[in-house]
């Protein structure tokens, strides 16, 4: 059973899209329930409080557990705030401790919406990595933690255990995603029918490191990118990929590298990484299955390779994102 904390902070918050993630989860278990199946997760609103008011007390949240009282969680989600930067991180930073905590200690997944990202960014497990964050702060998150790099053109980004996105409609899309991540894809159907959500919106999410890649003019590189992503599990070199184009060596590199800025041999990686991820999230696949199926045969290049491109090891990503 995955234990999901629904983070409740000090400050004012969304109240709407939170109380929808909560009411998918729940929802998720009933479906199981009704399977005569055991249910996948144990839903808690958590915070520093046990009662925590919102918008002048009209409504009071009422917290299952207390931040300080939970050993380990495998899902932080957190909300959307109506505060600014400076104001998140004054009034929660015992909240901001318990991310940083989870995520490096216990390998919590964290899935944050707008301005729920100050708290990531507070906690610094943003630094040199790539988010998703379409909100009115976006000028003075950039200013304050300038090594966080902003993909805007993303509805999603997933990196290293690290889910984040702009809207509410992308937040109950993304948590979708992770329905479909912890349970299979049947079971998001399901809640996808249940409450009119557009699956092919969390298709977005497992592509987001090649989003840009081919926002280019070069058709010549643009096949042999889609040659690449049709053949990575094979042993392709450059000059087979150069010869494809009908180019020489050293053009082609030059040509790719200008168009994608990144070499082929790093494109190649990357969509072998990007296939792997792919096969853990959706089957109970051992490392050495995939790292056969994606074309490697060495177990330390593959290690070393997927974490420098997913910033944690297959055997770290598969205990994240296997399904249950």
Not at 23 to 44: D, T
Not at 204 to 220: Q, V
Not at 248 to 275: C, G, M, W
Request: overall charge neutral; hydrophobic content about 40%; aromatic content about 12%.
């Amino acid at each position: 059973m995955k234990h999901i904390s629904i983070l409740i902070p000090n400050g004012s918050l969304l109240a709407a899209p939170l109380m929808g993630a909560y009411k998918i989860f729940l929802e998720v278990n009933r479906f199981y329930l009704n399977q005569g199946k055991h249910i996948p997760f144990k839903v808690e609103f958590i915070g520093s409080r046990k009662h925590m008011k919102q918008y002048d007390g009209a409504i009071e949240f009422h917290c299952h557990n207390l931040i300080k009282d939970i050993a380990s969680t495998d899902l932080i989600v957190v909300p959307f705030t109506e505060d600014d930067l400076d104001v998140c991180i004054s009034q929660n930073q015992a909240t901001i401790d318990f991310i940083r905590d989870q995520y490096k200690r216990n390998m919590a997944q964290i899935a944050a919406a707008g301005s729920g990202i100050y708290f990531l960014a507070a906690a610094g497990l943003l630094d040199g990595k790539p988010i998703s964050f379409k909100w009115l702060g976006a000028d003075q998150l950039h200013n304050a933690y300038p090594e966080i790099i902003f993909n805007e053109g993303l509805d999603f980004c997933d990196y290293d255990g690290i889910t984040t996105c702009g809207s509410t409609y992308q937040f109950i899309a993304m948590i979708l995603n992770i329905i479909e991540r912890f349970c299979g894809r049947d079971t998001a159907l399901w809640i996808a029918k249940i409450y009119d959500l557009d699956m092919s919106r969390t298709d977005s999410l497992n592509a987001a490191i090649f989003d840009g890649m081919k926002d280019h003019n070069d058709i010549e590189i643009i096949n042999a990118q889609n040659y690449i992503e049709f053949n990575f599990y094979k042993d392709l070199s450059v000059e087979e990929l150069a010869d494809y184009c009908n180019f020489s060596r050293r053009n082609f590199i030059r040509r790719f590298k200008k168009a994608t800025k990144t070499t082929p041999h790093d494109y190649l990686q990357r969509v072998k990484v990007e296939a792997a991820k792919k096969l853990f999230e959706r089957y109970h696949s051992h490392v050495d299955q995939v790292m056969n199926l994606v074309g490697y045969s060495d177990p330390k290049a593959f290690r070393n390779i997927f974490k420098k491109i997913s910033g944690v090891t297959p055997i770290d990503y598969r205990k994240r994102y296997t399904p249950l």
